[in-house]
C-alpha cells in the first residue's frame, strides 16, 4: 500500500482539490467519486446527490473544509491542503467501502491530522476513485485554531501503512530509509500518458542526469553533457556568484503558461543536489588510469572485481561509495553495449539506481579507478565490437550486485536488497545475450586434445575442489581457447592460469570456467614476456607435452 502527501497553498487549494477528487480526472479515470469517511461522519457528499447540482455540493463541502483556516484570515498557514492519495497493488483483494473508511481514520490519525478521539483536530474527507485507491484531503488548521502536529508525518503514514498492509492481508512493501527517489505524481504521469510518453519528464530527467554525473570529468563537461542530452539546467546563486543549487528541465516540457517545468536535482534523487554532483566529480578527474596497454574495459573489470572485497572487508562508507561507482558504470553501459541487451542493461540501471544509496554516506574517492575507467569508455567504447568487453564486464557485475544485495540485508535496508535482486534478473538476461555468441565464438577455436589435456592436469593439480565444476562446465572450451591465445602470445598458460585462480575464490561463480575465461582474457591481454620468456615458455611446452597424463574426462558440448 502507497500513501503520498502532497500540500496544495492559494486561496483556491480546498476548492481545486474537492474539484478534483469528484470530478472525472485528467484522464477519465476517476470510477464513481464518492465520500466514503469523513472528520463528522456527515459531511455533504457530490458523489451521491442525484438531486442536487454536484458543483454546489463540491462548493459546500470545500466551505465547510476550509472553515477553521477562514477563521485565522492573515494568519492562515502558507499551505492550507495536506492531501495524501492512498493505493493497493494490484494483487491485493478488493477492499469494501467500510474498510477504506477505517483505513482512512489510521491513516489522518497517525499523520497527526485528527488524532483518534481528538474532537478539535484537522477536518478531513476520504474519497474513493475506484477499487483499488482512495485520496485522504484535509485543511491544515485544526478546529481549535492551533495547526496539527504533523512532524515526520510521511514516515508515520509510511509506517502506519506497513501495520495495515499486515492487518488486511495486503502486498507487503519493503519499509526505507528516507533516501528514495521521489515518485512521479499522478499529474505528471497522465500528462505522459497524455503526450504518448512510456516514461515522466522526472523519470527521463533522473536517468539523464546520472549519466551525465557518471560520464562527465568536470562540472563543465558535466553541464555540456546535460545540454547534448536535451536537458536545460538553472543554477541557483548566492549572494557571492556561487552556485549553490541546479535545476532540470527537458528541452520542450513546458507548463499550462508554455514555462519549462524545472526540477531541484534534489527532488529528482537525493544524491542528485549540486553539492553531492560535485562531490562524484571531484572524483573523476580526466587523469589517466589504464595500464599501457590494457583496456578501458578490462580496467573497468577489474574494478568492479573487487567491489566484493570492499564490500565484505572496508568501513561502511567506501562500500557505499563502490555501490555508487557501480551504479554509474551501470547507468552508462546500456550506451556502449550491442543493441540486442540495451533493454535489459537500461532496466537493470533502473533497479539498482536504488541500491546506490543508503543513509550511510559515500567515500566516493574509494572507487577512484571504477569511475575513471567508466569515464574512459564513455570517451572511447571501441573494444565492445564483439561484445567481448560488455560480457567481461557484466560477469564481475553480476557477483558485485550480489554482494551488494547480501551487504544490504545485513544492513536491513529492505529497499536497496530488494533493488539489488531486481538488478541481477535484468543483468542475467543481458549477459546471456552477449556472451553466448562470444564464448561459442573463443569455444570454436579451442584448441587440440593434447593441449586440453595439459591444461586439465595443472587444473586438477591447482584446484582440486573445482576441477570437475571448470571441466565439465559448458564454457571449458571457451575457457581452453582463451588460455591457447594468450599461450600463442608469449605468455605461460600455467602461470596465467595460477594468477586467474588466485585473483577470487570459484566458490560463489556460477560458472567457474566462464569466470576463469574472463580473468585469462585479461590478464593475457598485459604485455607478452619478452624473447627469452616466450623461448622458456616453448621449451616448457615441448616437454610437458611428451609427458602422459590421465585421459580427460568427457566434458559436456553445447
Known sequence: ???????????????????????????????????????????????????????????????????????????APQYTVWHCPVRAAPEDPILTDDQWATIARRIVAA????????????????????????????????????R?????????????????????????????????????????????????????????????????????????????????????????????????????ALVGDTNDVDEPVFYAGSTLAPDLSLPQIRQRLATTSPEPVSVRGTSPWHQAAAATERIPHHLARSNAEAAQGQLA????????????????????????????????RSRIAADHASARVLRRSVHAIWKDPAGHGDGAGVAMLLDVALTAVAYAMHWHRIRHHAQQQAAAEQAIIHLQVAYARISEPVLADLASRTPTPQTRRRYAHHLREAVPQHAERVLSDPAWDALAAALAEAEAAGHNATTLLDRALGRRSLDDAHSPARALTWRIRRLGERHAPGPRAQAANARHIAVFATVPHPQEPQTRRH
Not at 442525484?50 to 473544509?65: C, D, M, S
Request: charged share 30%.
Open 1 to 75: 500500500m502507497i500513501p503520498k502527501i502532497i500540500l496544495g497553498k492559494g486561496p483556491q487549494a480546498t476548492r481545486r482539490t474537492i474539484g478534483y477528487l469528484f470530478g472525472k480526472g485528467r484522464a477519465n479515470e476517476h470510477v464513481d467519486p464518492h465520500l466514503m469517511a469523513s472528520w463528522n461522519g456527515f459531511a455533504p457528499d457530490p458523489g451521491r446527490s442525484p438531486h442536487r447540482a454536484p458543483k454546489k455540493v463540491e462548493a459546500q463541502l470545500a466551505v465547510q473544509l476550509d472553515q477553521p483556516v477562514k477563521m485565522l484570515g492573515d494568519k
Open 111 to 146: 499523520a497527526g491530522i485528527a488524532p483518534d478521539g481528538d474532537e478539535n483536530a484537522c477536518r478531513w474527507v476520504a474519497v474513493r476513485h475506484a477499487d483499488d485507491h482512495i485520496h485522504i484531503a484535509a485543511t491544515l488548521v485544526r478546529q481549535d485554531g492551533r
Open 148 to 248: 496539527p502536529q504533523r512532524d515526520y508525518d510521511q514516515r508515520a503514514v509510511q509506517r502506519e501503512a506497513r501495520q495495515i498492509e499486515v492487518d488486511y492481508g495486503l502486498r507487503r512493501l519493503k519499509p526505507g530509509d528516507g533516501t528514495a527517489a521521489k515518485r512521479h505524481t499522478s499529474k505528471e504521469h497522465f500528462k505522459a500518458k497524455r503526450l504518448g510518453q512510456d516514461a515522466t519528464s522526472r523519470d527521463v530527467l533522473r536517468l539523464r542526469v546520472r549519466r551525465a554525473v557518471a560520464a562527465a570529468a568536470g562540472e563543465d563537461e558535466f553541464l555540456a553533457l546535460l545540454d547534448a542530452m536535451g536537458v536545460n539546467v538553472r543554477l541557483k546563486l548566492g549572494p557571492s556568484g556561487d552556485a549553490l543549487g541546479c535545476n532540470f
Open 325 to 356: 561507482a557501480l551504479g554509474g558504470a551501470l547507468d552508462l553501459l546500456p550506451l556502449t553495449a550491442p543493441a540486442e541487451a540495451r533493454a535489459e542493461l537500461e532496466r537493470a540501471a533502473v533497479a539498482f539506481e536504488r541500491a546506490t
